[in-house]
């Protein structure tokens, strides 16, 4: 599987972006996409995920409210939408595939994607 993030950018606080996530190869083997998010000088920490095929999602508690994960199976495409978005959600944003389960951990993902950097103003 392999998977191609793009969307970041730059965005004054308060202001909104979408993530986008493009998976290939062999999708069949993914249970879920989520994205998880590394800010300077910090652990990288799990944003929010999504069932491949079932209509689950869990998110972090700091961006519930805030962000929405979305899935486009037809195109084989999971989108993060970001609003009300604070100076603390900066940080280089990964998405990962899971084979197994709707995990919440770093290990629980076998397959990443090149990281996109979002970059809130305040």
């Known amino acids: 599987v392999q998977l191609q993030a793009y969307g970041g950018g730059m965005v004054q606080a308060g202001g909104s972006l979408r993530l986008s996530c493009a998976a290939s190869?062999?999708?069949?083997?993914?249970?879920?996409l989520g994205w998880f998010r590394q800010a300077p000088g910090k652990e990288r920490e799990f944003v929010a995920t999504?069932?491949?095929?079932?209509?689950?999602?869990v998110y972090t508690d700091s961006v519930k409210g805030r962000f929405t994960i979305s899935r486009d199976n037809a195109m084989n495409t999971v989108h993060l939408q970001m609003n009300s978005l604070k100076s603390e959600d900066t940080a280089v944003y990964y998405c990962?595939?899971?084979?197994?389960?709707?995990?919440?951990?770093?290990?629980?993902?076998?397959?990443w994607g090149q990281g996109t950097q979002v970059t809130v103003s305040s």
């Open positions: 999504i069932s491949w095929r079932r209509n689950i999602t």
């Open positions: 190869g062999r999708t069949s083997n993914i249970y879920a």
């Open positions: 990962a595939a899971d084979r197994t389960s709707l995990g919440t951990r770093e290990n629980e993902y076998a397959y």
